[in-house]
């Protein structure tokens, strides 16, 4: 595009935005180049409009200058969805921050896109209610990202992810328009289009305002640990939990190399000897939770769980889930790189596919990891790794190897984090070309000219960003390390 129309767009968005709330300049756009995936390419400019107007206005503005259009929420995504690919400019939420209303008699909260999740739970609890997707990302992850990615977390288990707590959107559609859909009222007539914007990634539009499903705070709340000799003794607890009818809230297996990590960097005293981990929480009445305890109890001894301990406090409960809420940053003390994945397996084929994983990992020589959602099969591998002896393109064709045999279990590319640009060229592995045609002509209804976030989701768009290999192991060199 020529410097010209690029000049004149900035001068558009200020006149929406006012200057102050519109980036360009190199060093400016520097932080909005990158999400906390790997792939980075700078954005022609970045505004951060105030509210649905001034969105619809930019958009408008990045139409008539022939520049695609990229949403923005927190930027914690994993799979490169924020990355500006083309000519592009980044719209941020990063001033929609109100939470309008919390509707208590019929438990919904109307929020603004930037809000981050974990505010409107906060704010529902009063009320005796809350907010049940809850992505380890919640601090500061936003409500828009949210929809965008069809977030999940541990309570997805029994809760379901987004798409199951989102009522109704409002978002400003490619041309600028602003357009409402699904709504509050049960069993609404005609097509529902809500699913299909939860997880669609920013390629549809951009959501400026949410309804959101809330839930009454359960009575009561029970968590326990179990540590096992390996992963399969674990995986068989969990499934026997599973197969007995108990749907446990959440349910998260920490493999022996997490463990050991965890019990170096902090103060939560597993057994260094443990070969996984299990953390099991149960909700609901208090005769449901007393029931599902022993039974949970028995199960996990059953298979060969060296001691049960069970929180009785909330303290206790903080205490119990410490040690996977920890797990990253006492992972970030073995090397200083990682990567992470996040296919989807069957539950049965669990143990084996961790036997792969592992397998892999040991032939290209990296460390692995593994704490993940096993309740739902969201597996979590990290590859640890130093750029500074290690190459991208090692971890690159390690996670390909990863992600081919969690297909072929007859797993999912991705649970929670999304495609983006990190997974669009394994679509194919998994969809037909008459199936990835089928899901462009629905984003054709939404986009016909493909300038909604481009470059996401479907195969070709991988190429559009690089991976800054030189200016990390720069950075390593240079004491960037926590
Ligand atoms: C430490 C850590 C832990 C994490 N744990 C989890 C987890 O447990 N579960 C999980 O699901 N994810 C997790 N994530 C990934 C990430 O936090 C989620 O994908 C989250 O939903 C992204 O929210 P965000 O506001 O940062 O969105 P961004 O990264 O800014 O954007 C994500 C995608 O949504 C689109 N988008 C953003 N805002 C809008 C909008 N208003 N309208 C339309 N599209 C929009 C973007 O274009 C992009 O495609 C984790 C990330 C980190 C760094």
Redesign the pocket.
């Known amino acids: 595009m020529s410097t010209r129309t690029a000049d004149r767009l900035v001068r558009d968005l200020e006149s929406i935005c006012g200057e102050r709330n519109v980036f360009w300049r190199e060093e400016d756009t520097l932080v909005f180049e990158y999400?906390?995936g790997f792939d980075r390419r700078p954005p022609l400019a970045v505004a951060v409009p105030k509210n649905t107007d001034e969105i619809a206005r930019c958009v408008r503005a990045a139409r008539d200058a022939g520049v695609a259009v990229?949403?923005?929420?927190?930027?914690?995504?994993?799979?490169g969805?924020?990355i500006a690919c083309g000519d592009a400019v980044v719209i941020s939420?990063a001033r929609l921050r109100t939470i309008h209303e919390i509707d208590a008699v019929s438990r919904v909260a109307v929020v603004d896109?930037?809000v981050p999740n974990l505010e409107v739970s906060a704010a529902a609890r009063p009320h005796g209610l809350f907010f049940a997707p809850?992505?380890?990302?919640q601090r500061?992850?936003?409500i828009?990202?949210?929809?965008?990615?069809?977030?999940?977390?541990?309570h997805a288990l029994r809760y379901g992810?987004m798409v199951d707590h989102v009522l109704a959107v409002e978002?400003v559609l490619p041309d600028g328009e602003v357009a409402v859909f699904g709504g509050v009222a049960p069993d609404l007539p005609g097509y529902d289009c809500v699913p299909l914007i939860v997880g669609?990634?920013?390629?549809l539009?951009?959501?400026?305002k949410a309804w959101l499903r809330l839930l009454p705070l359960p009575e009561d709340v029970r968590t326990f640990l179990a540590e096992f000799p390996d992963v399969r003794s674990g995986a068989r607890a969990a499934s026997a939990i599973i197969a007995r009818g108990i749907v446990p809230a959440a349910m998260e297996m920490l493999d022996r190399t997490t463990i050991r990590a965890v019990n170096a960097a902090f103060d939560v005293h597993l057994s260094e000897d443990a070969g996984s981990m299990l953390l099991v929480e149960v909700e609901g009445l208090r005769e449901e939770t007393g029931s599902a305890t022993s039974a949970i109890v028995a199960l996990c001894e059953d298979e060969g769980a060296r001691g049960v301990r069970v929180a009785e406090t909330q303290a206790e409960r903080e205490l119990l889930w410490k040690a996977r809420k920890l797990g990253?940053p006492a992972l970030a003390r073995i090397k200083p790189n990682s990567y992470i994945h996040d296919a989807v397996v069957p539950r049965s084929k669990l143990p084996d596919v961790l036997d792969s994983v592992n397998a892999i990992a040991d032939r290209y020589g990296y460390t692995v990891a593994n704490m993940f959602h096993i309740g739902d099969g969201n597996l979590h591998p990290l590859l640890l790794f130093d750029l500074r002896e290690d190459t991208i393109e090692g971890v690159m064709e390690a996670s390909a190897e990863i992600l081919k045999v969690a297909i072929e279990s007859g797993g999912a590319l991705s649970g929670?984090?999304?495609i983006?640009l990190e997974k669009n060229h394994f679509m194919f592995w998994v969809y037909g070309p008459e199936d990835l045609e089928a899901m462009q002509r629905a984003r054709s209804a939404f986009d016909p000219d493909g300038a909604m976030?481009p470059g996401?989701i479907f195969p070709g768009g991988d190429t559009c960003a690089a991976i800054p290999t030189e200016r990390i192991k720069r950075g390593l060199a240079e004491g960037m390390w926590i």
């Open positions: 999400d906390a990229v949403p923005r929420g927190a930027g914690t995504g994993l799979s969805g924020t939420t896109p930037g809850d992505p380890a990302s500061v992850s936003t828009g990202g949210n929809i965008g990615t069809n977030a999940g977390g541990p992810s978002m669609s990634e920013g390629t539009g951009i959501v400026t990253y929670e984090h999304g983006g976030n996401k």
